[in-house]
């Protein structure tokens, strides 16, 4: 099992980008996916979850957007309007155990991780 983030780097304040996590040996229309990000110094925190219900953080409401596309197996975060505080690692997560309930915000709920994209945001 593999899970490979992409679609990082350097944007401008009010610029947009695009994250991508795709998934190998897992199914992700059947569990929860979800997006963390940690900026330094700074703990890990959750961005949006995704499985048969969607949530976010209060912090990107409005300005990020999570999907899955089940053809190709990736979940994406839409990330528009960002700001500099948006600067961290983003992570994209997996739960192993399908139809999981509830889902959560918490990260020790998810037990499949990829590596960490880097999103930089220049004021």
């Known amino acids: 099992v593999q899970l490979q983030a992409s679609g990082g780097g350097l944007v401008q304040a009010g610029d947009s980008l695009r994250l991508s996590c795709t998934g190998s040996?897992?199914?992700?229309?059947?569990?929860?996916v979800a997006w963390f990000r940690q900026a330094p110094g700074k703990e890990r925190e959750f961005v949006a979850h995704?499985?048969?219900?969607?949530f976010y953080a209060d912090s990107v409401k409005g300005r990020f957007t999570i999907s899955r596309d089940d053809a190709k197996n990736t979940v994406n975060l839409q990330m528009n309007s960002l700001e500099p505080e948006d600067t961290a690692v983003y992570y994209c997560?997996?739960?192993?155990?399908?139809?999981?309930?509830?889902?959560?915000?918490?990260?020790?709920?998810?037990?499949?991780w990829g590596r960490g994209t880097q999103v930089t945001v220049s004021s």
């Open positions: 995704i499985s048969w219900d969607l």
């Open positions: 040996g897992i199914t992700f229309g059947n569990r929860g």
């Open positions: 997560a997996a739960d192993s155990a399908p139809w999981r309930v509830p889902q959560t915000a918490s990260a020790t709920d998810y037990d499949l």
